[in-house]
T-cell receptor, first 111, second 112 residues
Framework: DGGITQSPKYLFRKEGQNVTLSCEQN?????MYWYRQDPGQGLRLIYY???????QKGDIAEGYSVSREKKESFPLTVTSAQKNPTAFYLC??????????FGPGTRLTVL | QKEVEQDPGPLSVPEGAIVSLNCTYS??????FMWYRQYSRKGPELLMYTYSSGNKEDGRFTAQVDKSSKYISLFIRDSQPSDSATYLCAMIPNQAGTALIFGKGTTLSVSS
């Protein structure tokens, strides 16, 4: 089955902790994206990567970091510098015609 | 002015109604237009994809793009309770290195 997987589905973070959200795709897509979704806010772009070993900041990159060492993987680290990390995080990948396909999401809660 | 404007609703209709969802935008460079459906606590699902102006139909769904008015629409015919979801419009210019710009989504509720 081709698709995008995100893990874990639910994640709890204590104050001051860094946590990493996993995103894997087997669609052979070059581009991958991370979004944050809050109630009433829509989707806000955190980081995106058009190619391996390269990535760009989105609109709300502060307090987050990413890596793109493999085409299939684009993990997101939520650092302790992110003061309000409780949200629904969505990973997506896209093909040359800009169609984006999303994973099922990770819900992060700060305890 | 925001790049993409979308009325958040909520929009409530009876089963069988025709639903019209809309977005307006300000950037005339947008060339690709999409509609996503998102059920609660799930990832968005691509519903419709259109390049430039015109109409596209897929079953009960029709997407329209009017670039002269910077206005896109999604019509749902014979709406069903299973159509109850949040609908997000998205668009992007034909330019490498850019990312989709999303509307904030319209929440639709179809009652049986």
């Amino acid at each position: 089955d081709g698709g995008i997987t995100q893990s874990p589905k639910y994640l709890f973070r204590k104050e001051g902790q860094n946590v990493t959200l996993s995103c894997e795709q087997n669609l052979n897509h070059d581009a991958m994206y991370w979004y944050r979704q809050d109630p009433g806010q829509g989707l806000r772009l955190i980081y995106y990567s058009q190619i391996v070993n390269d990535f760009q900041k989105g609109d709300i990159a502060e307090g987050y970091s990413v890596s793109r060492e493999k085409k299939e993987s684009f993990p997101l680290t939520v650092t302790s510098a992110q003061k309000n990390p409780t949200a629904f995080y969505l990973c997506a990948s896209s093909i040359y015609d800009h169609r984006q396909f999303f994973g099922p999401g990770t819900r992060l809660t700060v305890l | 002015q925001k790049e993409v404007e979308q009325d958040p609703g909520p929009l409530s209709v009876p089963e069988g109604a025709i639903v019209s969802l809309n977005c307006t935008y300000s950037n005339s460079a947008f060339q690709y237009f999409m509609w996503y459906r998102q059920y609660s606590r799930k990832g968005p699902e691509l519903l419709m994809y259109t390049y430039s102006s015109g109409n596209k139909e897929d079953g009960r769904f029709t997407a329209q793009v009017d670039k002269s008015s910077k206005y896109i629409s999604l019509f749902i015919r014979d709406s069903q309770p299973s159509d109850s979801a949040t609908y997000l419009c998205a668009m992007i210019p034909n330019q490498a290195g850019t990312a989709l710009i999303f509307g904030k989504g319209t929440t639709l509720s179809v009652s049986s």
